[in-house]
T-cell receptor, first 114, second 113 residues
Framework: DQQVKQNSPSLSVQEGRISILNCDYT??????FLWYKKYPAEGPTFLIS?????DKNEDGRFTVFLNKSAKHLSLHIVPSQPGDSAVYFC?????????????FGGGTRLMVKP | KAGVTQTPRYLIKTRGQQVTLSCSPI?????VSWYQQTPGQGLQFLFE???????NKGNFPGRFSGRQFSNSRSEMNVSTLELGDSALYLC????????????FGPGTRLTVT
């Protein structure tokens, strides 16, 4: 039972345009969401997060939107750059956990074309 | 601050053997989590340690175990290795008991032959 899903395995975008990566979750106990970027043979790099008390969080070119009623979040990257090409994972956590435990989606491979 | 470090970076073992992987968290971080990444199953949570106590455990068999030392460094052990244990093992640290943001190391690539 996948509690966090990224339905698009890949996304191709032209440099300078907007990249939108989507993520859906099923567990209503999740109250904190994170996005990570991963290059091959490296560990995931934390990008941005959002608490369930907010519906938007922005950090430079990265904005995460949360729609709690739809159990959906998205990551917007504007403008997209070739260096953004990587696999992006969304992750979720919640207070039903005794400690820190992230549940990850399957990832979306973003390719930004020059 | 130095990031999360993991040793070794690459490892080749034979079925039936056991392996120990090591993780040093970011200085000051007390929570260490371990994840397994495989092409088929994605990133899956193994366990988390905080102040030398296991706080959370994922759905993995008992062959997978871990521990944390007083300096927050952590080790994970896999006994009786199977071919399906071949994976990238990732360690992540976070600052305190309530911090959701985890910072990952580069991982240890384990190949079981």
């Amino acid at each position: 039972d996948q509690q966090v899903k990224q339905n698009s395995p890949s996304l191709s975008v032209q440099e300078g345009r907007i990249s939108i990566l989507n993520c859906d979750y099923t567990n209503s106990m999740f109250d904190y969401f994170l996005w990570y970027k991963k290059y091959p043979a490296e560990g995931p790099t934390f990008l941005i997060s959002i608490s369930s008390i907010k519906d938007k969080n922005e950090d430079g070119r990265f904005t995460v939107f949360l729609n709690k009623s739809a159990k959906h979040l998205s990551l917007h990257i504007v403008p997209s750059q070739p260096g953004d090409s990587a696999v992006y994972f969304c992750a979720a956590s919640g207070r039903n956990n005794a400690g820190n435990m992230l549940t990850f989606g399957g990832g979306t491979r973003l390719m930004v074309k020059p | 601050k130095a990031g999360v470090t993991q040793t070794p970076r690459y490892l080749i073992k034979t079925r039936g053997q056991q392996v120990t992987l090591s993780c040093s968290p970011i200085s000051g971080h007390r929570s260490v989590s371990w994840y397994q990444q495989t092409p088929g199953q994605g990133l899956q949570f193994l366990f988390e340690y905080f102040s030398e106590t296991q706080r959370n455990k994922g759905n993995f068999p008992g062959r997978f175990s871990g521990r944390q030392f007083s300096n927050s460094r952590s080790e994970m052990n896999v006994s009786t290795l199977e071919l399906g244990d071949s994976a990238l093992y990732l360690c992540a640290s976070s600052g305190d008991a309530s911090s959701y943001e985890q910072y990952f190391g580069p991982g240890t690539r384990l190949t079981v032959t």
